[in-house]
């Protein structure tokens, strides 16, 4: 089955500094990959995902490349503010009856 | 989101008792999937179900159960809860139809087992 890794676990970063979370996966079928932000005693919710054939996407301050052939994807936000603190996910799926594969999440702290 | 939603959403029990998590959703989502999330293991699947038919163990089913009583409910039981369990328990739908496995979450239940 699908295995995915992620990293840091951990990342804290001065507010207006850019943050950079990374995730590789295992199965070459997969071909969505979310990411999803959980803030403190909420949910986790998607922010942002790409299919496998695009190779980046972007919305305001945050954007996902994927690099199918080394099979890993990566979050980038930018210009970060404290209401980005939160624990991020990275998912990926084969889809169809395929089920969703979590990295164990980091955890971002943005310092004032 | 309002539209799935999760009961209790905090339980305190004993060990070796049973226990049902209950998950509703008003989305006509036909998939449901039971997580539970510990501090630095990310969110591991239980149970899921891609239709109301359709029933599949997750990586950590031991010691789980699930029903799919209808598309809209999907329930996790701990037929006797030991205190390894204690977790933050999270439903999720998802949508084939989309083209997308997006999983829309509910509000989750924190669960303790002394």
């Known amino acids: 089955g699908e295995n995915v890794e992620q990293h840091p676990s951990t990342l804290s970063v001065q507010e207006g500094d850019s943050a950079v979370i990374k995730c590789t996966y295992s199965?070459?079928?997969?071909?969505?990959f979310p990411w999803y932000k959980q803030e403190l005693g909420k949910r986790p919710q998607l922010i942002i995902d790409i299919r496998s054939n695009v190779g980046e996407k972007k919305d305001q301050r945050i954007a996902v490349t994927l690099n199918k052939t080394a099979k890993h994807f990566s979050l980038h936000i930018t210009e970060t503010q404290p209401e980005d603190s939160a624990v991020y996910f990275c998912a990926a799926t084969p889809g169809g009856y395929q089920k969703v594969t979590f990295g164990i999440g980091t955890k971002l702290q943005v310092i004032p | 989101d309002a539209d799935v939603t999760q009961t209790p959403r905090n339980r305190i029990t004993k060990t070796g008792k049973r226990i049902m998590l209950e998950c509703s959703q008003t989305?006509?989502?036909?998939?449901m999937y039971w997580y539970r999330q510990d501090p630095g293991l990310g969110l591991r699947l239980i149970y899921y179900s891609f239709d109301v038919k359709d029933i599949n163990k997750g990586e950590i089913s031991d010691g789980y159960s699930v029903s799919r009583q209808a598309q809209a409910k999907f329930s996790l039981s701990l037929e006797s809860a030991i205190p390894n369990q204690t977790a933050l328990y999270f439903c999720?739908?998802?949508?084939?139809?989309?083209?997308?496995?997006?999983?829309?979450f509910g509000p989750g239940t924190r669960l303790l087992v002394l």
């Open positions: 199965d070459s079928a997969s071909n969505y």
């Open positions: 999720a739908t998802s949508d084939l139809g989309t083209g997308k496995e997006t999983q829309y």
């Open positions: 989305k006509g989502h036909d998939r």
